[in-house]
């Protein structure tokens, strides 16, 4: 059976464990059209409720 013939390095783990990371709010990619809040594609938007031109959310005040 194939043995790594080096131990991984700190750095190089690191390294390859730095893309599992979750990006910084770069998902938003689309808008809604009732709003035009920042939307998630295929998700009912979170600001107004709507998906796919009618409401299907009951968003509540937060404060
Ligand atoms: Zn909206």
Redesign the pocket.
């Known amino acids: 059976m194939a043995v790594p013939k080096r131990k991984t390095s700190k750095s190089k783990s690191a390294s390859r464990k730095a893309q599992n990371t979750k990006k910084p709010i770069a998902r938003a990619s689309s ?7 920042p ?1 998630q594609s295929h998700h009912a ?6 998906y796919n031109g009618r409401q299907v959310l009951t968003v509540v005040a937060e404060d």
């Not at 808008?31 to 809040?37: D, L, M, T, Y």
């Not at 938007?45 to 709507?50: E, F, H, I, K, V």
């Open positions: 808008s809604c059209s009732q709003c035009g809040a939307v938007c979170a600001s107004c409720g709507y």
